[in-house]
């Protein structure tokens, strides 16, 4: 039963997952924020050195590409906002990391060395700007213990509900 209840969590959220190309190779994930094509992800993804914008390229769970506009960045909290031209797109329904405490199971999904639908789970171990040695900047942080890999930047992390708490950003 627990393992059918976690491959439910991954059927609500892939749908809402997209992968990040820049034209030869997977660049990262995106998360579809609004169902009127508005995209999540980390802004290394899509500033990176090794990532054209103009190359720039959004593929959809269903298989259809599109060229993405950047619409915004927060280097500081390593946050893009893409626009892609669809309408009626499945999201990720909102949780909130305030009120995760240590211990707590989430998930990440991405596309890990460009695998479509990769997914790893971990537990909770931290909340908040102030973790210890881990982070010491003024930015919320969901620290877990999940193994991402290159191609989860940018992609959704949910609680066990399948609700979005952050957007997955280091390894």
């Given at each position: 039963?627990?393992?059918?209840?976690?491959?439910r969590?991954?059927d609500?959220v892939?749908?809402a997952?997209?992968?990040?190309?820049n034209?030869?190779?997977?660049?990262g994930?995106?998360?579809?924020?609004?169902?009127d094509?508005?995209?999540?992800t980390?802004?290394?993804?899509?500033?990176?050195?090794?990532?054209?914008?103009?190359?720039?390229?959004?593929?959809l769970?269903?298989?259809?590409?599109?060229?993405?506009r950047?619409?915004?960045?927060?280097?500081?909290?390593d946050?893009?906002?893409?626009?892609?031209?669809?309408?009626?797109?499945p999201?990720?329904?909102?949780?909130?990391s305030q009120?995760?405490q240590?211990?707590?199971?989430?998930?990440?999904?991405g596309?890990?060395?460009?695998?479509?639908?990769?997914a790893?789970?971990?537990?909770?171990?931290?909340?908040?700007?102030?973790?210890?040695?881990l982070?010491?900047?003024?930015?919320?942080?969901?620290?877990?213990?999940?193994?991402?890999?290159p191609?989860?930047?940018?992609?959704?992390m949910?609680?066990?509900?399948?609700?979005?708490?952050g957007i997955n950003?280091?390894?």
């Open positions: 039963q627990f393992s059918t209840g976690i491959a969590v991954g609500r892939l749908p997952v997209v992968q990040i190309r034209g030869r190779n997977s660049a994930t995106g998360t579809i924020w609004h169902s094509g508005l995209l999540v980390n802004a290394h993804v899509v500033l990176s050195r090794t990532v054209s914008q103009a190359a720039l390229t959004v593929q769970a269903d298989g259809r590409e599109f060229t993405p950047l619409v915004a960045v927060d280097q500081e909290r946050l893009a906002v893409l626009q892609i031209d669809v309408h009626d797109l999201t990720v329904e909102l949780g909130s009120q995760l240590p211990g707590q199971m989430v998930f990440a999904f596309f890990p060395w460009g695998v479509a639908g990769g790893t789970s971990g537990v909770v171990i931290g909340v908040g700007a102030q973790l210890g040695d982070v010491s900047t003024r930015n919320e942080w969901v620290a877990a213990s999940l193994h991402l890999r191609g989860h930047s940018g992609g959704p949910v609680d066990a509900a399948g609700r979005l708490i950003t280091l390894m």
